[in-house]
Structures are given as C-alpha cells and as structure tokens.
T-cell receptor
Framework: DVKVTQSSRYLVKRTGEKVFLECVQD?????MFWYRQDPGLGLRLIYF???????EKGDIPEGYSVSREKKERFSLILESASTNQTSMYLC????????????FGPGTRLTVT | ELKVEQNPLFLSMQEGKNYTIYCNYS?????LYWYRQDPGKSLESLFV?????AVKQEGRLMASLDTKARLSTLHITAAVHDLSATYFC????????FGTGTRLQVFP
C-alpha cells in the first residue's frame, strides 16, 4: 500500500513565524504535491514537484515555498505565517505514468494566531 | 482555464434510495478521478477513469466517464449510512483540478 505521511496532524503557530510542513512518501513516486483545503473553496494546488530539486508553482503559491532535496520528501515552507494561511494542508504523490493517481497524506490542520 | 463543477453540492438522502452525482468539466481530458473524504480526514481514491465510456463499480458506487460530453457521474445504489462523506471529482490536464465536492448525508 502507498503510504504518504505528514509530520503533524495539528499545528498552532504565531503570526510571523516560519513554518515547515513535511511530507514523506514510500512508493518511489516522482511527483509530489501540496494543496490547501478551505471550506467553500475546495482543494487548491500550492506547489508541485516532478523530480528532485524541481518545483513548479501551482494556483496559489504566494506566501509559500517548497523544498525537495530527496525523492521521498517534499517540504512546504511558510516564510512568515499569517492568519489567512490557517487551513488544512494536504500532501499527495503520484507516479509519472498513467494512471497518475494521486495518493494523499492524512493532512495537517494549521492554525495561525 | 479548466473548470470542474459538481452538482449537487449537498445531498441528503434516505437509506435504500438511489441517486447520481454529476461532474462537468470545461476542457478536453481523458482522465478523471473520484475521491471520498470523511470529516476531518484526508482524501481516499475511489475510481480512476481513463477513457471515454469507462465504467467502474465498487460496492454501491458506480462511476462513468463521457469525454465527449465532458461529464462523469457517480451513481449511488441503495444508499447506506456508511456512504455519508464528501465526494470529489478531479480532472487531470497538466495538473489535477478538483470539483467543489458533494457532501452526501444518508439518513435512516
């Protein structure tokens, strides 16, 4: 079974703090993704990566950066957390070949106060 | 810009009844996915539909894809309470675009 793990289920941070969200997958997937999920807005793609050290902006990259130093690990960084970044963050991974099915981690519910 | 629309957004149905959730999308794609999300949990993959006319079934759920109409359906047969969840469709072009989700509540 594919396993995608995220470092924290719940996280509370203060405004202005630097926040790291970690995601690890154990299936040797090439692709990894970070989404945020907000009520009424659905899932929105923040960043994704097709390979080690490669990254691509998604639909809402502002205020975020990512790092992929190893194939199995994809980190999302909030450089200076703000209250509007309070959200559920979901990591996903997939192979680079069909069916490209994405497997999701359990999610991190981040609250910025 | 690719848009993915689901309807209804909310569905309350009685156990034993049948219903269909619709997923319309605005551009050409031959890959569509259905996911389930329980409250407070992550997304679980239900179906992967890769070609026009594809039909997949698992238990009381059946998904189909019509790429010409840009439409996928998720049909629920004889609903049970355990099916209560939010269901998302997602269309893949160069990235995955999710629908808004359909929150399904099944009551006795």
């Amino acid at each position: 079974d594919v396993k995608v793990t995220q470092s924290s289920r719940y996280l509370v941070k203060r405004t202005g703090e630097k926040v790291f969200l970690e995601c690890v997958q154990d299936m040797d997937h090439e692709n990894m993704f970070w989404y945020r999920q907000d009520p009424g807005l659905g899932l929105r793609l923040i960043y994704f990566s097709y390979d080690v050290k490669m990254k691509e902006k998604g639909d809402i990259p502002e205020g975020y950066s990512v790092s992929r130093e190893k194939k199995e690990r994809f980190s999302l960084i909030l450089e200076s957390a703000s209250t509007n970044q309070t959200s559920m963050y979901l990591c996903a991974s997939s192979f680079n070949i069909l069916p490209n099915e994405q497997y999701f981690g359990p999610g991190t519910r981040l609250t910025v106060t | 810009e690719l848009k993915v629309e689901q309807n209804p957004l909310f569905l309350s149905m009685q156990e034993g009844k049948n219903y269909t959730i619709y997923c319309n999308y605005s551009t050409t794609s031959d890959r569509l996915y259905w996911y389930r999300q329980d409250p407070g949990k992550s997304l679980e993959s239900l179906f992967v539909l890769l070609s026009n006319g594809a039909v997949k079934q698992e238990g009381r759920l059946m998904a189909s894809l019509d790429t010409k109409a840009r439409l996928s359906t998720l049909h629920i047969t004889a609903a049970v309470h355990d099916l209560s969840a939010t269901y998302f469709c997602a269309v893949n072009t160069d990235k995955l675009i999710f629908g808004t989700g359909t929150r399904l509540q099944v009551f006795p």
